[in-house]
């Protein structure tokens, strides 16, 4: 139990083209996603926390506007990277915690890496 | 400010041998306490946590780790290392709800 996707795991894509990544979480609601970035050979830095149904909250020094998160159901959040650059070319991976209490506790999907040439 | 901290970026152990991935938390309340893993191009994977009750706590794959209060340290350990154990592990905490920190990372490579 407790599976989160992505799609897609990887993308290449051209610069100033805009990107989706979808997180899903397969057999539980999560009332919260989180996504996160993360450069090679670092650890995971948090871009955005969203909870269903309202806007996300974005950490400091985050573009809101260059990184649109959306999460329209308890299952579904996206992440959408608009007008894509070469130094937008990360790993990324999201997150998701269930409503009901479970200690914080985070469940990951497999990442998406993203390449803009 | 609450922050987790990995001393050590690298590890390496021979194959067999004991291991220990150490990791020290800032002293703010409670916090609930997690070991993830991560291979290449892939996500993190869940090993254990520790939010209450005994001390040592048992995870996957034959993993371990203990809860010191006074040192407050998490260092996940494992009685014999495998090489495919070779892969990247964070240490997290969250505190009071609020959002997962991570440490910045420790690299183990287990040598046949």
């Known amino acids: 139990g407790a599976v989160v996707s992505q799609h897609p795991s990887w993308v290449i894509c051209k610069s100033g083209t805009s990107v989706k990544i979808e997180c899903r979480s397969l057999d539980f609601q999560a009332t919260t996603m989180f996504w996160y970035r993360q450069f090679p050979k670092q650890s995971l830095m948090l871009m955005a926390t969203s909870n269903e149904g309202s806007k996300a909250t974005y950490e400091q020094g985050v573009e809101k506007d260059k990184f649109l998160i959306n999460h329209a159901s308890l299952t579904l959040s996206t992440l959408t990277v608009t007008s894509a650059h070469p130094e937008d070319s990360s790993f990324y991976i999201c997150s998701a915690r269930m409503g009901r209490p479970s200690y914080n506790e985070q469940f990951f999907g497999p990442g998406t890496r993203l390449t803009v040439l | 400010a609450q922050s987790v901290a990995q001393p050590e970026d690298q590890v390496n152990v021979a194959e067999g041998n004991p291991l220990t991935v150490k990791c020290t938390y800032s002293v703010s309340g409670n916090p609930y306490l997690f070991w993830y893993v991560q291979y290449p191009n892939r996500g993190l994977q869940f090993l254990l946590k520790?939010?209450?009750?005994?001390?040592l706590v048992k995870g996957s794959y034959g993993f371990e780790a203990e809860f010191n209060k006074s040192q407050t340290s998490f260092h996940l350990k494992k009685p014999s290392a495998l090489v495919s154990d070779s892969a990247l592990y964070f240490c997290a905490a969250s505190y009071n709800n609020n959002d997962m920190r991570f440490g910045a990372g420790t690299r183990l490579t287990v040598k046949p």
């Open positions: 520790y939010i209450t009750g005994d001390n």
